[in-house]
Every structure is written in C-alpha cells, then in structure tokens.
Nanobody, 116 residues
Framework: QVSFVESGGGLVQSGGSLRLSCAAS????????MGWYRQAPGKQRELVGA???????TVVDSLKGRFTISRDNAKNTMYLQMNSLKPEDTAVYYC??????????WGQGTQVTVSS
C-alpha cells in the first residue's frame, strides 16, 4: 500500500549540497528497511544507503563522509543529505523498501544533476 514521493533534486555545481526528501503515503514506523537508490544514465540502479526502524543508518563505503541518511518516523519521511557533490553523483535518486525493490515497484524519483 505504501508509496513514496521523492523531492529536493535539482541542478547544483560541483562541491555543492542538496537534501532529498522521501515522503511516504502512510506510516513508516513498522517498515524495517528503507533505502536510497540512484541510477545514472546507462548504469544499473544502485544502493546508496539505508535507514532501519531501529535507528541505524548506513551509507555505502564509497559515499561515506559525503552522504548522510536520516529517518523521521513521526513525519513519515526519510532524508538524504548530500554534500561535496561531484559530477559522477548525477543520477535519478529513489527511495524504497527492500520488499518493493525486489518486486520491481519504484516511484518517479528525483533528478540530481551536478555540473563541473
């Protein structure tokens, strides 16, 4: 039943920052795994990181130090703070549960474009 709307993307210069939001249509308190994913042109969609309902947040090693995930269950929203952006970060960014990911269900995502 739950669906997600990603927002906050845009055009930013290299070295800049963006904060993405993932707003859920209903409560996310009981959803164990919520992840951020991205897909660059011509590439496979890849996991950026995740927030679990126990409060743990993780980001893949290659993005640690630049990207931070947070989750606010009271607001039914997950966030992705992106700092020191690079052109290779250009992609469509998505949020999703692991179950919906395995089922192939995705929202529209939000476009992030980093200029050099």
């Amino acid at each position: 039943q739950v669906s997600f709307v990603e927002s906050g993307g845009g055009l930013v210069q290299s070295g800049g920052s963006l904060r993405l939001s993932c707003a859920a249509s209903e409560s996310i308190a009981s959803i164990y795994f919520m992840g951020w994913y991205r897909q660059a042109p011509g590439k496979q969609r890849e996991l950026v990181g995740a927030a679990t309902s126990d409060g743990t947040t993780t980001v893949v090693d290659s993005l640690k130090g630049r990207f931070t995930i947070s989750r606010d269950n009271a607001k039914n929203t997950m966030y992705l703070q992106m700092n020191s952006l690079k052109p290779e970060d250009t992609a469509v960014y998505y949020c999703n549960t692991d179950l919906k990911t395995r089922g192939g269900y995705w929202g529209q995502g939000t476009q992030v474009t980093v200029s050099s």
